[in-house]
């Protein structure tokens, strides 16, 4: 009928301009990726699709040590302050940086960082304020300057640890509930398309109107758009975590 034909053809205009708005998201960032190498992108090196391969990240290993986090640059920065106020940067780490596993068997947060950070609620790790961290034998113009940058140069220090076990914490944490949310979201989609195929079935056959079948179209491209969002996120949690344990974790 001509009910049908208009409620099938809004349908149809609907898919074409979300088409075209995800087609001009794709060239803004194609754009920004030519930018970013400083040369054209052979198209044969873009992906075709999001797959769990897109970003070639490597897997991330069960009892991850602690230490990669030395590599961050934020850490760095603050132990070359540290360095320039004559410390000892061994004992520096010895004091307050604590050397544990990061991850479980299965790619979540370990029970160490979960106490380390006390279940989101602070930061439980105390510094070992006795070890020796600056040498005194060093000449300095201004005792109490030196004794307050000093101090100054700790709190960076400590505060950039802290700052990057917070990171890792959360970077782990938004990975497994995106995984949860993956499962039951394509879970949706399974159902969705299940129910559009009945829909179609009882239309071709005069069972049902052509509304059902069109609110069964609508709740199918619905949950398929919501998978892809949230396998974007996953990949963009993906690369959160490879930043903050400082570039990733495979030698």
Not at 19 to 25: H, I
Not at 79 to 90: D, K, M, R, T
Not at 159 to 185: H, N, P
Request: no cysteine; aromatic share 6%; charged share 20%.
């Amino acid at each position: 009928s001509a009910l049908d034909l208009h409620q099938s053809r809004t349908q149809v205009e609907a898919a074409r301009a979300e088409t075209a708005r995800f087609a001009g998201q794709v060239a803004q960032d194609s754009n920004a990726l030519n930018l970013l190498v400083g040369a054209q992108v052979e198209p044969e090196l873009l992906p075709t699709g999001i797959d769990a391969q897109v970003t070639g990240l490597a897997a991330l290993p069960a009892g991850l040590p602690s230490e990669v986090l030395l590599r961050r640059p934020d850490v760095l920065a603050a132990e070359h302050q540290l360095l320039a106020a004559n410390a000892n940067i061994g004992s520096a780490r010895a004091a307050f940086f604590p050397r544990i596993s990061l991850t479980t068997s299965v790619g979540k947060a370990s029970g160490d960082l979960d106490n380390l950070l006390s279940g989101g609620t602070g930061w439980t790790f105390a510094p070992q304020l006795l070890v020796p961290i600056f040498n005194f034998g060093a000449n300095e113009a201004n005792l109490e300057t030196a004794k307050v940058s000093r101090q100054i140069a700790i709190a960076q220090y400590e505060k950039a640890i802290q700052t990057a076990f917070r990171e890792v914490a959360d970077s782990l944490a938004g990975r497994g509930t995106l995984r949860d949310q993956y499962r039951a979201t394509q879970a949706q989609v399974d159902a969705a398309a299940a129910t559009f195929k009945l829909s179609e079935l009882r239309y071709s056959n005069g069972v049902a109107s052509y509304l059902d079948l069109l609110d069964a179209q609508r709740s199918l491209f619905t949950a398929q758009q919501a998978v892809v969002q949230i396998r974007l996120a996953q990949l963009q949690n993906q690369v959160t975590l490879y930043k903050a344990l400082g570039g990733g974790w495979k030698d």
